[in-house]
């Protein structure tokens, strides 16, 4: 019986000692844990970020070679006669000599107001100092907004 008491007396002080070392493992892999959680989350974030800004610029690369084609497909029209002779006739009214041009003027149209004029507003004579004071008295100043 006295082995079991000495075991038991020899085991009680090592058992807390245990508990507090686990309880510091335990804490500090969660403290490991979350600092590479964190190391890994913030870079996907701006790896993301990244590759939207990647994304946003190509589309306006792409909308910017279509324009561009525009442009270049307009300036090699210009450098035909044809062309040229178009754009002075509609955009300048050019003509050819022997020919007559003509420009048709429309008037701007007249804007009719219809709306009645509005009655003109009602103005008071002013009143006195006595008459002002003989309305307060009798309440003859008040009025029905409030």
């Known amino acids: 019986m006295t082995d079991t008491l000495e075991r038991d007396h020899t085991d009680r002080p090592r058992a807390p000692r245990r508990r507090s070392r686990l309880r510091s493992m335990v804490f500090v892999a969660l403290l490991v844990s979350v600092g590479l959680m964190a190391a890994g989350v913030l870079p996907v974030q701006q790896y993301l970020e990244r590759e939207n800004q990647v994304d946003a610029a190509r589309e306006q690369l ?42 048709v003027i429309t008037p701007d149209p007249i804007v009719v107001d219809r709306t009645p004029p509005e009655p003109a507003p009602d103005v008071e004579e002013p009143r006195s100092l006595l008459q002002r004071i003989w309305d307060f008295i009798t309440g003859g100043d008040a009025t029905g907004d409030g």
């Open 62 to 103: 792409a909308e910017l070679e279509e324009r561009n084609t525009a442009l270049a497909d307009d300036a090699a029209a210009l450098a035909s006669d044809q062309e040229i002779e178009r754009i002075a006739r509609e955009q300048y009214g050019f003509v050819r000599p022997g020919e007559v041009g003509y420009v």
